[in-house]
């Protein structure tokens, strides 16, 4: 049977820490982010993209879901096993591939 492996899909996202509300509205925008509020004063209240509401908790990634003003949270384990740091340097042209933290990608390499 064949296997598929998933392509990587870069995402733009800041982590909750609870003081950075500020931060996460001038990245995204405060459309579709609320609070923290008096009646939810540890979590922001994040608009989905089916119109739900989602608690995202300090230690939460806010993931901006694809249609302006919905996002998603991310629970930090779930987040980590899932996405990892972009470098957005890449060799030229004719490389697709991000450079590793070395700095030089498998093109590079073979130069």
Not at 41 to 51: E, F, Q, R, S
Not at 77 to 84: N, P
Not at 98 to 111: L, P, V, Y
Request: aromatic share 10%; glycine share 10%; charged share 30%.
């Amino acid at each position: 049977m064949p296997k598929f492996r998933k392509k990587p899909v870069e995402i733009e996202a800041i982590q909750f820490t609870g003081d950075n509300v500020d931060e996460i509205w001038d990245a995204f925008g405060a459309a579709g982010i609320y609070g923290p509020t008096e009646k939810n004063p540890d979590h922001l209240i994040l608009t989905t993209v089916h119109g739900d509401e989602a608690p995202a908790r300090p230690g939460d990634w806010v993931i901006p879901d694809g249609k302006p003003g919905t996002f998603y949270p991310c629970k930090p384990d779930i987040f980590a096993a899932t996405y990892e740091p972009v470098n957005e340097e890449t060799c030229g042209p004719e490389c697709s591939e991000m450079h590793t933290e070395t700095g030089r990608c498998e093109i590079a390499r073979n130069r």
